[in-house]
């Protein structure tokens, strides 16, 4: 019995780190880390990573055998730590492998490609149960944010738009007309200003099945003639037509040229703002800020940063407007460059002034210089 209780006692037993085993691992891993940081400042290429990995494992056996007991602990908790190691090896092998050995897997082809097919349907301009049925399905998806549920021009972001919505169950007041082939020209082209985007990318019998639950929703529609058949590129004798598509950008590519600042942007403002719209066009866009500005600015704070613009309308009794202030007078967030990022990148909250942390820091040196400008035009 007494060398059975003896045995417990070893078994239980944890070794007990000296004050010198302890202060010499101590010591270790403050000049490791002390090597972790004066290697960071040199610049070795890819040794650096190399070198800081070989520390920090160094740094953390150190850890597991003494501090942690593993040196002194039974072998089986030692087998089991160092399996993990081995499983997280071949974790890595496999997906070093899958990474530099799996070759070219990027598609090759031509830069633009069409967006759809022929149509798989025949004669979808043609309405059926069952086109309405997807397009009610559709509708969902694409249409009902703006236009609503039921179809009445009053969805959840209808507020906010101006013009407002399209009520599809009224029969007046379309703009291009409410015969299918017209509402079908619309949802490829859009209706530009206004919001209403186009849906060109959509396949053609989607767009009509869209088209069909869109009438449904209102009385019946005119028939449409041989003329209105032309105008959206389509023979109504044949029983399927080919639509030609326009041709779609990869989303890689689309996102480089999205980052690329367009020289077009004063025409879009003119184009699209009121107080630009009867202005005479001046020279050609050519300096960064001007196109910032133009871009971003100018709908709040004027052509030249006069000010003076309605933003918001705070009531009727007595009216009262929150109107933009001169640029002259807001030198506070003009007197220096970082002052200026502060107020562009966080906005002024509880003022309107909202953030645009998007744009680069060149980008809003330019734009600082640009307005810094109006006192001497």
């Known amino acids: 019995m007494g060398q059975k209780n003896q045995k417990q006692q070893h078994q239980q037993h944890h070794h007990i780190l000296s004050n010198k085993m302890a202060f010499t691992i101590g010591g270790l891993l403050l000049i490791l880390t002390g090597v972790t940081v004066g290697v960071a400042h040199i610049d070795l290429g890819r ?5 800081a990995m070989a520390v920090a494992t160094v740094k953390a056996l150190l850890v597991a055998l003494f501090f942690m007991g593993l040196k002194y602990d039974r072998k089986e908790n030692g ?8 499983f997280l090896a071949i974790f890595l092998i496999l997906a070093s492998t899958d990474l530099f050995f799996r070759g070219d897997v990027y598609v090759k082809g031509p830069l633009m490609a069409a967006a759809q097919g022929p ?12 086109l309405v049925g997807k397009g009610k ?18 969805g959840p972001a209808a507020s906010a738009l101006n013009p407002h919505p399209r009520n599809f169950t009224e029969s007046e007041g379309w703009k291009n007309g409410r015969k299918p082939t017209m509402v079908f020209k619309t949802l490829k082209e859009g209706l530009p200003p206004s ?7 959509l396949p053609a019998d989607d767009r009509w099945a869209l088209v069909h639950f869109v009438l449904s929703l209102g009385p019946k529609p005119q028939e449409d003639t041989v003329a209105d058949f032309a105008k959206v590129g389509i023979d109504p004798n044949r029983a399927v037509n080919e639509e030609k598509e326009d041709a779609t950008l990869p989303i890689e590519v ?27 066009p001046s020279e050609e866009v050519t300096q960064l800020g001007q196109h910032l500005y133009q871009a971003h600015c100018v709908e709040c704070h004027g052509l030249h940063g006069e000010g003076g613009i309605k933003v918001k309308n705070l009531g009727v009794n007595p009216v009262a407007f929150v109107v933009t202030l ?15 990022n502060h107020r ?18 060149s980008e809003l040196k330019e734009l600082y210089q640009w307005v810094r400008g109006f006192s001497s035009r």
């Open 119 to 130: 149509s798989k349907l025949k004669k979808p301009w043609i309405s059926t149960p069952e």
């Open 79 to 86: 087998m089991i730590f160092a399996t993990s190691f081995i």
């Open 254 to 280: 689309a996102q480089e040229r999205m980052a690329v600042a367009s020289l077009q942007s004063e025409f879009e403002a003119r184009l699209y703002h009121p107080i630009l719209r009867n202005t005479p």
């Open 137 to 154: 399905e559709l509708y969902a998806v694409q249409c009902v944010a703006c236009h609503g549920v039921e179809g009445q021009g009053n």
């Open 195 to 201: 919001a209403m985007a186009s849906y060109a990318t």
């Open 326 to 340: 001169p640029f002259q007078s807001s030198t506070g967030g003009l007197s220096s460059q970082e002052q200026f």
């Open 47 to 51: 040794l650096n990573f190399f070198i």
């Open 344 to 361: 562009v990148i966080l906005g002024l909250p509880g003022e309107l002034m909202p953030g645009m942390g998007q744009l680069s820091s």
